[in-house]
């Protein structure tokens, strides 16, 4: 369903005698502001200049991406901003005064002239600069200048009890460089008090609606915002009149259509160049007294490179200024998103979820009821040989169902018909094998087509059969075992290296197989041990896995770099300011951070450990564990040798036999099983496992601590309250881990369409909970906002898996009082849908609509919520269930994306459920199809 607003545009001066018949006001945006000689930056260049002045600041050992972008289709600029400016604070904002470098030019002029001859009532614009402010007072005009809330309240008191006093009005939406602190540059300030505050929407409307508005130099993108979404919504059926100017030629922009679908009839496109053919338009009509404005404007050749060395010299010495933490902060965090392969990537990923088979709830639930069913069924001792081998058979064939929910049904029909038909004998009928041999075309997908990953998974089971076979024939010509083993491992991690960092193209990966390569010479050299050259190993994977996905910057390597910079520091209020960097570094990079974490032996302890198995010694093997094993694998293989020698089994059933015993043997010597549990059914992780951990991760951050108890000693500081979060952000992401159960709760939950709000491990949480109370309690009270936000997620997180309503509303309250009851970017993560979610799973069903529909302010971002489609889904369902059948379909009608509303980042069943909601309640009110109820509710 699509509402089509006027799409071919008149020329401008076939407009002017209606705009100047009772007065007019004008919308102006940055276009107003790029002519000579003013020459200011569009806000995609001014984007580029200030982050340029940046990038050319960050020292080359930081290792900024090669193919560093910096404009991009995926952000637009108010987004890339949104994280600088949690990282830089109040000095971006110093910034914006490089716009006023330079003079008035022709469309300010025109404006000010409007303006003194009453013609023209008001300016609403988005631009901070005072080109404006220059021009009226070149002129003479009596103004008065509108930028914040207080002054637009008392305005609008005025125009209600008044009306339109003598004094030009330039209202300045998102603040002024004159007054830095007002300047809104970011997506999550668009919707605060900051923004297009109630206040400010107010005083438009009260004048859109006695005035024709004529929008001049603006693309419009602000419009994709919740508010001035919701204010077009109100105001759109009592306005006067929009007539949008474009220059010749402009295409693109936002969704017109959907911005303004309730004023289509009174919204027209006009054209016309600025300043020039406004002014022409202008002459045309006696009553505009533009006389003389043309001798006004400045002329002069190279008047764009003179302004722009202007702009620039500003912006080189404003990046001067910035702290040492601040750029080591944005690289770590940033320096990403400015790769060209990591939004090749990050586009890719896009368009691999949206083409995601989506799976019902029911059938997922069915999948997982038959896999339990069957592993039930391997626990009866009393089975023959015969009768397991059939389960076995049955199991495979169910995991390989749960294994394939989610992939597209014709690869999905190719891959079991070879396992069903038994292309492979050896392979496909092997217990052993085939389930190699599955889990390693699954992961190719995302590569590769389901036959190429089919051959190529094939392949490298054959070479680790082949090197098997060599392992065999190696000890059959006289080698030790232990010789024969170590060439087995060698062959084989490289064989698994290689296949992790497979790509289409040959020579993304060919360089460095090549590296693989001359690493396992010096291996067979003995230039290197074992370990080194596992580890050797897995850097090359890991740097060629990263530059494809654009992740080459060494974060930490900057990361111990900007810990170091927080200790150095000479006094409280710095080492406080470079904490907040530290913090907020971590924050956004803690993805990055914990998967070098997560290779540390006291995180696989930790996860090992919530899989409900420990070792005897917390994060070493056992040295006489390992003794076992490698004694009871040298008398296999002597035994297998005599029947090789006396010609009973060849070399291939030698590696047959042999594999199949080191997987009987690695069982018989795994971690012993935990046998205590906790409240919730979970195991209970041993405290010298989680005190292992927790040491680990402080072990990274010691020397701020170290200077913060010489700074404050034993008072519980914000720079503590810092140092303490950014452990508990780290902590989070292995809490949510190695739990199998809470993965499995998380899928059905997906499918059913609801927030998957699962548990963890009750232990886990506790010990951290224990030791963060203090400092929580405190920081709730004293942090501020672009700290405070984040507290607030992580204690919804833990609130999620410890099934926590009261601190999960604790939480959202919080993060609400932030945002002054608003729902923002720069709210807490999953602010307010979790809480909704939560009272929706205990019944209480008003609460929780009360709760969906304030997310559902969020659906409107820009950039909406990661979940927009679950938040859609219930609102609309409860709504309707409440009675609202109509108000239910209008919903899902503006926000859901097959229809007019924003595509969030990935796609959940939510969606489809949505549209099937839609569709019944089209049904049910009376409409033939769901466009036909659509187009008939949206118009009244």
């Known amino acids: 369903m699509t509402i089509e607003i006027n799409q071919t545009p008149k020329q401008l001066v076939e407009f002017i005698p209606e705009l100047h018949k009772e007065g007019f006001i004008i919308y102006a945006g940055a276009g107003i502001s790029i002519p000579t000689p003013t020459c200011a930056p569009s806000w995609w260049t001014l984007t580029e200049e200030i982050l340029s002045a940046f990038f050319t600041r960050v020292p080359d050992e930081y290792g900024l991406p090669g193919d560093l972008v910096i404009k991009s289709k995926i952000w637009q600029p108010e987004v890339i901003f949104e994280n600088f400016a949690k990282l830089f604070d109040k000095h971006l904002y110093n910034v914006f005064p490089a716009l006023d470098v330079a003079q008035s030019n022709g469309n300010h002029r025109i404006i000010a002239r409007l303006a003194k001859t009453g013609v023209l009532k008001a300016v609403f614009t988005t631009n901070f600069d005072i080109y404006i402010e220059k021009a009226l007072r070149d002129e003479g005009v ?158 002069g050749e190279d008047l764009q490179s003179q302004i722009k060395s202007k702009r620039q010299d500003f912006l080189n010495n404003w990046a001067s200024d910035i702290s040492e933490a601040s750029i080591l902060a944005a690289v770590i965090t940033e320096g990403i998103h400015f790769s060209a392969a990591f939004r090749n990537k990050f586009e890719q990923s896009k368009q691999q979820q949206a083409a995601q088979v989506q799976v019902s709830p029911e059938k997922m639930a069915e999948l997982q009821q038959k896999n339990q069913e069957v592993t039930a069924k391997l626990q009866n001792s009393a089975l023959t040989m015969d009768e397991r081998a059939v389960i076995m058979e049955e199991m495979f064939y169910s995991q390989m169902e749960m294994q394939l929910a989610y992939i597209k049904p014709e690869e999905k029909e190719l891959i079991k018909q070879v396992f069903m038909e038994n292309r492979n004998p050896g392979i496909t009928d092997n217990q052993s094998y085939r389930p190699q041999f599955l889990g390693k075309i699954t992961p190719l997908l995302g590569r590769f087509s389901a036959a190429e990953a089919i051959n190529i998974a094939l392949d490298y089971i054959n070479r680790d059969i082949e090197t098997q076979k060599k392992q065999g024939e190696m000890q059959a010509a006289g080698k030790s075992l232990q010789e024969a083993i170590e060439f087995a491992q060698t062959e084989m991690a490289v064989n698994q290296a290689v296949f992790q960092i497979l790509q289409p193209e040959e020579e993304k990966w060919k360089s460095s197989y090549s590296q693989m390569l001359k690493v396992k010479e010096r291996f067979y050299a003995k230039e290197i041990d074992r370990a080194a050259f596992m580890q050797e190993l897995a850097g090359i994977c890991e740097k060629a896995v990263k530059k494809d996905m654009g992740l080459e910057i060494p974060v930490m390597d900057l990361l111990s770099k900007l810990i170091q910079n927080t200790a150095s520091a000479a006094i409280p209020e710095e080492f406080n300011e470079r904490c907040q960097a530290l913090f907020l570094a971590v ?94 059914g979970r195991v209970l992780v041993p405290n010298e496992v989680l005190l292992a951990y927790d040491n680990k991760i402080r072990d990274l951050f010691a020397p701020a601590f170290n200077a913060e108890t010489r700074f404050e000693g034993d008072k519980i500081s914000q720079a503590e309250i810092l140092l303490e979060m950014t452990v508990m952000t780290l902590w989070l992401t292995i809490a949510q881990a190695g739990d199998a159960e809470s993965g499995q709760k998380y899928q059905v939950l997906m499918a059913r369409g609801d927030f998957p709000i699962t548990s963890g491990n009750g232990s886990v949480i506790s010990y951290l909970m224990e030791k963060s109370k203090n400092w929580i309690e405190k920081g709730m009270v004293e942090l501020p906002a672009r700290f405070g936000q984040q507290l607030c997620t992580n204690l919804i997180t833990i609130a999620k898996l410890t099934n926590d309503i009261e601190l999960c509303k604790r939480a959202t309250l919080k993060s609400l009082e932030y945002t002054e009851g608003k729902i923002n970017e720069s709210n807490a993560y999953e602010v307010p849908y979790t809480l909704a979610q939560f009272y929706e799973n205990r019944g209480d069903e008003t609460n929780a609509l009360k709760f969906w529909s304030l997310a559902l302010d969020g659906v409107r971002n820009a950039v909406p919520p990661a979940f927009t489609d679950v938040i859609l889904y219930h609102t609309a369902k409860l709504t309707a269930k409440f009675g609202d059948k109509q108000g239910a379909l209008k919903m899902i009608g503006k926000l859901h994306p097959n229809y007019l509303g924003n595509e969030p980042p990935f796609k959940t069943p939510a969606r489809d459920m949505s549209v099937q909601l839609a569709q019944n309640l089209a049904q049910e009110l009376g409409y033939s199809t769901v466009d036909a109820a659509l187009q008939a509710l949206l118009e009244q």
């Not at 022409?280 to 505009?288: G, M």
């Not at 010609?647 to 015993?661: L, P, S, T, V």
């Open 142 to 299: 009596d103004f008065e200048i509108i930028i914040d809330n207080e002054q637009y309240d008392q305005l609008y008191n005025q125009l209600n009890s008044q009306g339109f006093g003598s004094k030009f009005l330039l209202c300045k939406i998102h603040g002024t460089t004159e007054r830095p602190e007002t300047i809104v540059s970011v997506a999550s300030a668009y919707k605060s008090s900051k923004g297009f505050s109630p206040p400010k929407s107010q005083v438009l409307q009260w004048l859109m609606k006695r005035y024709p508005t004529l929008f001049l130099g603006y693309s419009g993108w602000d419009f994709e915002h919740n508010n001035y979404r919701k204010f077009w919504d109100r105001t759109g059926p009592t306005l006067k009149h929009i007539y949008w100017n474009r220059r010749p030629g402009e295409t693109g922009g936002p969704n017109f259509d959907t911005i303004f679908s309730s004023c289509k009839s009174k919204f027209d496109f006009c054209v016309s160049d600025l300043p020039g053919g406004w002014l022409n338009a202008l002459k045309q009509n006696a009553s505009a007294n533009i006389e003389g404005v043309e001798g006004q404007i400045p002329t």
């Open 587 to 680: 924050t956004m990079a803690a993805a990055n951070i914990n998967s070098h974490l997560m290779q540390t032996p006291e995180s696989k302890a930790l996860v090992r450990a919530m899989m409900g198995t420990v070792t005897n010694v917390p994060n070493v093997q056992d040295p006489a564990l390992i003794q076992q094993a490698q004694q009871a694998m040298a008398a296999k293989a002597q035994e297998l040798m005599a029947f090789m020698q006396s010609g009973e089994i060849d070399g291939a059933e030698y590696g047959k036999r042999m594999q199949a015993f080191v997987v009987e043997n690695q069982k018989r010597f795994q971690p012993k099983q935990i046998e205590e549990k906790g409240a919730d």
